[in-house]
């Protein structure tokens, strides 16, 4: 099957021909027919956090696609022909303390889709039945793909958050994760402020129904939330540690960060005085759960989420890189499309892109 696989971390992806693979017990194998382009993937592929993956490796937890065999064991209801999504929980163990109580994500023996096992930029992949989730068919798998980590993720944080109808929400970071961030915030009731350094994401924003948008290259997000009361909650997902210590400094008091973005770049200041007298709290949100990816998909069943894609050819995978990389992407998530045929990469237009 043909591959995108990182052999270094200094070395662009090389799109290549490797063995099929099969599945084992209680795995299915699955024809991705989409899979998107996570910043996740891009720090993967460089190595760029704490615990790295071990090349060689294929990336891609954003992956969807038709399943056509199942390994032995229990395929846990799963049948050749279905439509499943190959989320970053690619295994958790279904016994620890974690698993045991709803939040698997937290589960010490997970291993994780494009980065502890081979993930979906591949014709092929192979995923643990029991993880592995059913994509309703009213989804198109383009549209599902992006909503199985940025959407599930962001679902998860706005869940997190406990944010409410009369809140104010700041969202740190327009891009994959934050276009959707924006649109569960809004599905609350709750007033969105979007922020970000690229004023393209940030008129997506407002079209996705930002009340406000700060662009922090020409505005202080911190001055400019401030002054409008202060928010009852932030989310921030961009890949820059300023960025979260401007939504501490955002925030009304009382008010919740979520941490959500990865930058490479691992350490910000709190400040204690402030956190303190302001009775601020700080927490992490990893991915969402099994079940968190089924509600993702219900809503956009329902047309209540929108997601901004272009479609790239696998074959094009480090330009895709580029363009995340340089902002230039001409939408918030680049998906690649496993049975787009010819040479042209497709447009970035909308088409489909409509639940
Ligand atoms: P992305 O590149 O699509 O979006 C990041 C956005 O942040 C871009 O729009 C960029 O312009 C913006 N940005 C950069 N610097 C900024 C700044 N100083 N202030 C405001 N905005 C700024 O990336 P993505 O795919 O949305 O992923 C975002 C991050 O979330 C990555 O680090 C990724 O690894 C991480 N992630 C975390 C989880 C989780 O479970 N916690 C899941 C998926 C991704
Ligand atoms: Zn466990
Ligand atoms: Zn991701």
């Known amino acids: 099957m043909k591959a995108a696989v990182v052999h270094d971390f200094a070395e662009p992806l090389r799109v290549e021909e490797v063995p099929d693979p099969t599945p084992g ?4 194998l699955v024809r991705v027919e989409a ?14 956090w704490p615990v790295k993956p071990e090349p060689p490796f294929i990336p891609g937890h954003e992956g969807v696609g038709i399943v056509e065999g199942v390994g032995p064991g229990n395929p846990h209801g799963l049948e050749v022909g279905m439509r499943v999504a190959l989320p970053w929980l690619g295994y958790a163990c279904g016994d620890c303390r974690y698993c045991n109580s709803g939040r698997e994500t937290l589960c010490e023996k997970q291993i994780n889709t494009g980065y502890g096992m081979d993930g979906g930029f591949a014709e092929l992949a192979v995923g643990y ?5 059913r994509v309703p068919d009213e989804v198109d798998p383009l549209d599902a793909a992006p909503l199985t980590c940025a959407g599930v993720t962001t679902y998860k944080a706005v869940k997190e958050s406990g944010a409410r109808a009369a809140d104010r929400v700041a969202v740190f970071g327009a891009g994959g994760l934050g276009h959707l961030a924006i649109q569960y915030a809004r599905v609350t009731g709750a007033e969105v402020v979007a922020v970000d350094v690229n004023d393209e994401r940030l008129a997506t924003a407002t079209e996705l129904g930002a009340a406000r948008v700060v662009n922090a290259k020409a505005e202080d997000p911190v001055a400019a939330i401030q002054a409008m009361g202060g928010a009852d909650v932030a989310i921030s997902t961009a890949v820059s540690p300023v960025a979260f210590e401007q939504a501490i400094g955002a925030l009304a008091r009382g008010g919740r960060l979520i941490c959500v973005g990865l930058p490479a770049e691992n350490d910000i200041t709190v400040p204690i005085f402030q956190t303190v007298l302001g009775g601020l709290s700080l927490k992490g949100s990893i991915v969402g759960t099994h079940h968190d990816l089924e509600e993702v998909f219900e809503l956009h069943r329902r047309g209540e989420t929108r997601v901004l894609r272009a479609e790239r050819r696998l074959e094009d995978v480090n330009e895709a890189i580029a363009e995340v990389l340089d902002g230039s992407a001409p939408e918030p998530r680049l998906v690649f499309d496993l049975q787009a045929v010819g040479p042209e990469t497709t447009s970035g237009d909308r088409a489909g892109a409509v639940a």
Do not use: K, P
């Open 129 to 133: 039945a029991r993880h592995v989730v």
């Open 35 to 48: 899979c998107g382009l996570c910043h996740t993937d891009i720090h993967a592929a460089h190595g760029e």
């Open 25 to 28: 017990d209680e795995q299915v």
